[in-house]
């Protein structure tokens, strides 16, 4: 007996095989192509985040820079500040000192004598003056 076989009409056990074949390798490639989209785009919200922590950062760093200046200036201004200071309380101390010791007697204070004020030739001129003619000379 020969068995008839239907070149027309497939088997269908061939046609299951096939058919669950076919299906799982389109599964497998749509889950491929859906877990690369899905890897795409969480890559793309990476580096969204990562430029957006680059411009935090350089903000920053220009806040810090900004400050830092400042604070320079605001330090200079401080040391002169505390130089005003010392010297304002070397003054006090020594004007506190000069009350301490009391007012000075007039004979103490330097008073410019007449000689002081005049010149070296109004002073010689002074001298010969006051000589007679006959002491000029002697010595």
Known sequence: M??????????????????????????????????????VAGELELLKQERKA???????????????????RFQSQVEESQKMVFEAEAALRESQTRRAAGPRPPQDQAVPSRWAIRS??????????DCSPNDIGRG
């Open 54 to 72: 680059e411009r935090q950062l350089a903000a920053a760093m220009a806040t810090l820079a900004k400050h830092e200046q400042r604070l320079q």
């Open 2 to 39: 020969q068995s008839h076989v239907d070149l027309d009409v497939p088997d269908p056990e061939w046609q299951k095989a096939y058919m669950s074949k076919k299906s799982h390798e389109t599964s497998d490639d749509l889950r491929a192509k859906e877990l690369l989209q899905a890897g």
């Open 120 to 129: 070296d030739a109004a002073q010689k001129r002074s001298i010969s003056a």
